[in-house]
């Protein structure tokens, strides 16, 4: 079991930056790869960027290429733009699906709650 909790979100500007913090406990020696994803209201969860956990190579959205930074226990995101407004969730994997399907919640079984990103234009 792995238990994850998200922080650092809140109110910023556009142009603003944020660190989100992805706290993990329980066994997370058995995650091969921690993403994050994002939901916006009436929108579907979508992916944001995944890193695998041995050999740390990135993988990002278009969307925010350039501006995000995915680190093993955080997100860092910077130029923040009001359509980054969301909900944004760290995820793992445990069962190497990530390798399959990176950008798909199906390929994460372990999730946080959410932390709040809002950005005001």
């Known amino acids: 079991q792995v238990q994850l909790e998200e922080s650092g979100g809140g109110l910023v500007q556009a142009g603003d930056s944020l660190r989100l913090s992805c706290t993990a406990s329980g066994h997370t020696s058995i995650a091969y790869a921690m993403a994050w994803f994002r939901q916006a209201p009436g929108k579907e969860r979508e992916f944001v960027a995944t890193?695998?956990w041995s050999g740390g190579s990135t993988s990002y959205a278009d969307s925010v290429k350039g501006r995000f930074t995915i680190s093993r226990n955080s997100l860092q995101m910077n130029n923040l733009k009001p359509e980054d407004t969301a909900v944004y969730y760290c995820?793992?994997?445990?069962?190497?699906?990530?390798?399959?399907?990176?950008?798909?919640?199906?390929?994460?079984?372990?999730w946080g709650r959410g932390t709040q990103v809002t950005v005001s234009s």
């Open positions: 995820a793992v994997d445990s069962r190497g699906l990530f390798r399959i399907r990176p950008n798909s919640t199906a390929a994460y079984n372990y």
């Open positions: 890193i695998h």
